[in-house]
């Protein structure tokens, strides 16, 4: 299995990590020094062979020209307490939560995510709108989706850095790079060893993290390799007070639901409760309900993972003009998550061995799917399964993924640059669930059996057969996919001819990517379910170019003018199935005087459909879900269509800014940025699958959502063309009262224009050295148009939404040995569309310290850094949201914006050798 192929890639790349520094250390009896070397591994410098070029643009030594750059140093991940990579960048405001990430598939692209994996979502555009890179170059998709690259995937102490720009890329990069670009920067030049350990406890709740980064330089080379062991506990739905489906209590609505345990009979439009105790006809009241809250006693608002995972950079001069260059990444993530048990209204026909019926009520007559004879009547039941299964639902999980790039940079006469490099790697998903769905051809057969041994009783009269309830859940959901990746590219630059401002400098190059990717989903029982792969592939050949002119510089300054570059960028990518798009880039610096710069660009940039948008994993299907319907104030059985659509295209979107970055010589080390950003965005692709709530949104839905007698003419229609029912049964699916488009398409358009702003400002004293310091997004309006038709709303501030004002301040204090900052975090408030009440604004504090130690503890103190975290000092809960609770996460709390774990006190301690 992949943990043994995990373990020997890791220690192959620790092998030749070891080899090298021990080597080098024959060679060289380095000796550390107190602080300075205990530091120094944080801050080590890229070895001169290293060529280096910007995240945003092709140009190399040259920065993003009309774009700001948002920067993630080593310092902000040590005075992080976070163990993984993705919670690291959540704290930059520009990175929002929606849609793909670990605790909650309520979100866009959020019924996909069955592994549970995180998506870098810039400004909260879309998750598949902004591209991560490892390195400046692509990385090998991950998820049963093959759409995103989880940036936990990287271990936190093998990062050097992370560049994001929050501009559109599609010009440099091709595909994905709509909202901005996210690039994980690895470290290189790392001397010695440094090992380090934390550990974090909350309420119900704890984690922790193993890590080991080592390393060594030399005239001609590197080699770092570094590792990570990460695990986080689960946090179950009953351990929180908050998550509940009754919020009468504080002002909002019941979302309870009828399928209980003990149920409900359905009889000619009429309700019966089924009391504790068990059914007899002289106790089954007309108009009586029971209802109940199966999700806080089921399910976990984050599930339990494990995460293994180990990078290497390599870097061997050649010969005075040749350097190669390795790049390795192995990585696997696997957890499990609970939640609810099967539930349905199902169908029981008077055969069954424990029938009962109210009394003088006439049956229904059995539907035809059911095979039974002519004439038997039924009653419809819903009931809860969780008391039969015993135990809730549990889905576990696992990704696997490998990635090597190597490559060649070969000096040119000139001061040219031929740089060519190839990627090759591979990921494997799995989700396999059981208890969520059952064996419908035993559940029919049972609930039809007169025999009391062989027969399932859901009236609560006696206890049912253990083999019967077996044989019933003797079905799972296998879910799995592969991805396979190979990239191709060569680039040369240099500089073209030299004006009184400097070089002009061109980039231009070619690429090659091929992905292929096998997807499938299984059903049935153990031993029945065959994987059937839909394979699927794709091509895609590029040209770029990027034009770098430096129109005044130092040689032709001039008062109003201090500097002015202009940058110019065009790609073309020629896709094997989507056609072809050509995206062109122009940026803008201007600086009148030498502290203050000026910078804008405009772009366009596009998205190629998934393959998995293409063609869904498990096909099309019908799935009966709860949805609350507000025009009767409670929550109905409806039915949703599921599958891929293969007459999408590409998404297409505009992008300008314009910035100020103010840098006062007067004041060394202060910086304040402002930055104007706005993003069009068309033909965006989205699906409704696991929407609960949008029959509270039916005014912006309304062309995928049928109600009554439409909605049942639409189901028969699928039905009779061979589509299957997953979730529920057959006949909920023929007489549902509410039908739900579930499907991708090209419907939906957004238009969002906002502020970035920053600021750092150090102040040297006596006390110590402080830097204070603040970074925030805006946003002016986030207009988006649910389908085609549709009226385009400004959905700023609204639930699934991004908020109009998010914020990190931190105050950083350091003297000696000592490091301390203090960090406040802010979401305004916002609303809740569903309910058109307010979703209140969260304000959390974070604190991290640390001390290093110069000697002492009997030897052991040189080079020792204890660190202390404390996450959300006042143990905030979420803002109450009145919201229903699914199994895609909510209930009472919003998961997209507020965190479950509360207070996290975590301690670390870390030592270099």
């Known amino acids: ?267 000619n439009g009429n309700s019966y409760a089924i009391p504790q105790g068990g059914a007899t006809a002289d106790n089954l009241v007309e108009g009586t309900q029971n209802l109940c809250d199966n999700m806080s006693a089921t399910t976990d608002l984050m599930p339990e993972q494990t995460i293994h995972s180990a990078v290497m950079t390599l870097n061997q001069d050649l010969s005075d003009r040749v350097t190669m ?116 051809g035993a559940l029919r057969t049972a609930l039809a059996s007169s025999d009391p041994s062989t027969a399932f009783n859901p009236f609560g009269t006696s206890d049912n057969n253990q083999a019967v309830i077996d044989s019933i859940f003797n079905y799972a959901i296998d879910t799995v996919a592969q991805t396979k990746v190979k990239d191709f590219g060569m680039k040369v630059d240099g500089p073209l001819m030299s004006l009184p401002g400097g070089d002009v400098k061109l980039a231009a190059g070619l690429g090659y990517y091929e992905m292929e990717l096998w997807t499938g989903q299984v059903r049935g029982a153990d031993g029945e379910r065959p994987y059937n792969f839909d394979p699927r592939n794709r091509d895609i050949t590029s040209g770029f170019a990027e034009l770098y002119i430096p129109i005044v510089g130092d040689g032709n300054a001039m008062p109003g003018i201090y500097s002015l570059v202009l940058d110019i960028a065009g790609r073309i990518d020629d896709y094997s199935d989507v056609g072809r798009t050509e995206n062109p880039k122009i940026g803008i610096d201007w600086q009148p005087v030498e502290d203050v710069a000026i910078h804008a660009s405009y772009g366009e940039s596009f998205r190629a459909p998934l393959l998995t948008q293409l063609t869904s994993a498990g096909g099309s299907n019908l799935y009966i879900q709860n949805y609350f319907d507000p025009t009767i104030n409670q929550t109905i059985r409806g039915a949703t269509l599921s599958g891929g659509n293969d007459e999408l295209v590409p998404e297409t979107a505009q992008t300008w800014s314009v910035g100020v970055d103010y840098t006062p010589s007067s004041y060394k080390g202060a910086r304040f940025s402002v930055n104007l950003f706005d993003v069009t965005y068309e033909g965006q692709i989205g699906g409704q699958l696991s929407n609960l709530n949008i029959l509270r949104q039916e005014d912006v839905f309304s062309s995928i959502i049928l109600r009554g007698a439409a909605a049942q003419a639409r189901t028969a229609e699928l039905l009779a063309g061979g589509i299957n029912v997953r979730s529920g049964s057959v006949a909920e699916a023929e007489n549902t009262m509410v039908f739900v488009d579930g499907r991708n398409n090209n419907l939906g358009s957004t238009e969002a224009r906002g502020l970035d702003f920053s ?107 204890v660190g202390l975290f404390i996450n959300n000092i006042t143990d905030e809960d979420p803002p109450y949201a009145d919201i229903a609770p699914s199994n895609n996460g909510g209930g009472g709390f919003d998961p997209q914006v507020g965190s479950p774990v509360g207070r996290l006190i975590s301690l670390s301690l870390s030592k270099s050798f």
Not at 92 to 108: A, E, K, Y
Not at 763 to 778: A, H, I, N, R, V
């Open 1 to 267: 299995m992949f943990v043994n192929r995990l373990a020997t890639y890791s220690s192959m790349i620790a092998l030749m990590g070891s080899l090298s520094c021990a080597s080098a250390f024959a060679q060289e009896n380095v000796q550390a020094t107190s602080e300075q070397a205990a530091q120094s591994n944080a801050a080590e410098e890229e070895p001169e062979v290293i060529v280096v070029t910007s995240t945003g643009t092709s140009i190399r030594g040259a920065a993003p020209v009309g774009s700001s750059l948002i920067e993630v140093g080593r310092d902000d991940i040590d005075r992080s307490a976070t163990i993984n990579t993705m919670n690291l960048l959540r704290e930059t405001p520009q990175i929002f939560s929606l849609g793909v990430n670990d605790t909650s598939r309520s979100g866009n692209g959020g019924a996909g995510n069955i592994v549970y994996g995180n998506a870098i979502n810039i400004r909260g555009i879309g998750p598949y709108a902004t591209l991560t890179l490892i390195n400046g170059r692509r990385a090998v998709p991950q998820g049963t989706l093959g759409a995103t690259v989880d940036p936990s995937s990287i271990p936190t102490i093998g990062l050097k850095r992370i560049e994001v720009i929050a501009d559109g890329a599609s010009a440099v990069y091709g595909s994905d790079a709509v909202a901005g670009v996210a690039n994980l920067i690895l470290r290189r030049g790392f001397e010695g060893v440094q090992v380090e350990g934390q550990y974090g406890v909350g309420s119900d709740y704890d984690e922790h993290q193993l890590s080991l980064i080592t390393g060594k330089a030399w005239n001609t080379g590197q080699v770092t390799v570094s590792a990570q062991r990460s695990y986080r506990s689960n946090i179950f739905g009953g351990d929180r007070d908050y998550y509940l489906a009754d919020l009468t209590g504080m002002g909002g609505a019941d979302y309870r639901v009828s399928s209980c345990n003990p149920g409900n009979i359905y009889l």
């Open 325 to 440: 260059f390795v790049d390795a990444l192995v990585y696997q993530r696997d957890g499990q998550r609970y939640s609810e048990p099967y539930d349905a209204r199902i169908s029981v026909p008077e055969t069954n061995a424990f029938f009962v019926s109210p009394v003088g009520v006439t049956l229904e007559p059995c539907s035809g799917s059911l095979g039974l004879p002519a004439g038997t009547g039924c009653e419809s039941i819903d009931y809860s399964f969780a008391e039969a299964y015993g135990s809730p639902a549990v889905t576990t999980f696992d990704t696997q993924t490998w990635q090597l790039t190597a490559g060649l940079d070969i000096t040119l006469p000139a001061d040219w640059l031929l740089n060519v490099h190839a990627t090759m790697g591979q990921n494997d998903d799995q989700a396999f669930n059981r208890g969520g769905n059952v064996n419908s």
């Open 759 to 865: 600021m750092s400002v150090p102040m040297e004293t006596d006390s110590g050295d402080f830097k204070f310091g603040l970074l925030g997004t805006w946003f002016d309006y986030y207009r988006v148009a649910q389908t085609a038709t549709a009226e385009s709303i400004d959905q700023v501030n609204n639930l699934d939404y991004p908020v109009s004002l998010r914020m990190r301040g931190s105050i950083n204090w350091q003297r000696d040995y000592w490091d301390l900052t203090l960090f406040a975090n802010y979401t305004n408030s916002y609303n809740n569309t569903l309910t058109g009440e307010e979703i209140s604004s969260l304000t959390t504090l974070d604190f991290a310290a640390s001390y290093i130690f110069s000697g002492g503890l009997s030897g052991i103190g040189e080079d020792l850094k």
